[in-house]
């Protein structure tokens, strides 16, 4: 069981967090600060700059976490919140990934809620620090937390189009 959860926090984690440095660099074919303040723009969203550096240094941060199972309930908490947010964007395009859909973000927030509530494992930070075996209410409550705070932002941030004006709803799927 051990070998699957350190298999299941790299992997996952090592994605979240890359999928943040695209966010905020031009490393791993990222479009920079720039092209992720674009993307945010475009799916609706205010702050501009501001929530691509959110939102990118919540990937990497948590992410990274994830992958060394460091305080693993907190770091899903944080991923759940920030793939919830992507689930939104995606979600007017149905299920799947080729429609533009939100099958990945949804993959990624029950695999990290998992995580919050199997834990990490033996070989992680997390059990070498003695906190391996976090209480069932503070997973629960990230796991629940997490996902709130992604429809928080999205009601928070996201702004409503005026008539006329393309949303990301709105346009075609890639």
Not at 48 to 70: E, V
Not at 157 to 164: E, F, I
Request: proline share 5%; net charge positive.
């Amino acid at each position: 069981m051990d070998t699957g959860l350190l298999t299941l926090r790299v992997v996952v984690g090592l994605l979240i967090a890359g999928h943040g440095i695209q966010k905020v660099s031009h490393r791993l074919g990222g479009n920079g600060l720039t092209g992720g303040t674009e993307e945010f723009r475009h799916d609706g969203f205010a702050g501009g700059r501001l929530t691509a550096l959110a939102a990118g240094a919540g990937q990497i941060g948590s992410g990274l976490f994830l992958a060394l199972g460091a305080l693993t309930p907190l770091a899903a908490m944080v991923a759940m919140g920030v793939m919830t947010v992507a689930l939104t964007v995606k979600l007017p395009h149905g299920l799947w990934v080729q429609n533009d859909g939100y099958e990945y973000p949804l993959v990624l927030i029950v695999v990290t809620g998992s995580l919050a509530l199997t834990g990490p494992g033996r070989w992680s930070a997390d059990h070498a620090a003695g906190l391996a075996a976090w209480p069932l209410w503070l997973s629960a409550a990230c796991v629940v937390l997490g996902p709130a705070s992604g429809l928080l932002t999205r009601a928070v941030l996201h702004r409503r189009s005026a008539p006329g004006e393309a949303t990301a709803s709105a346009r075609p799927a890639d």
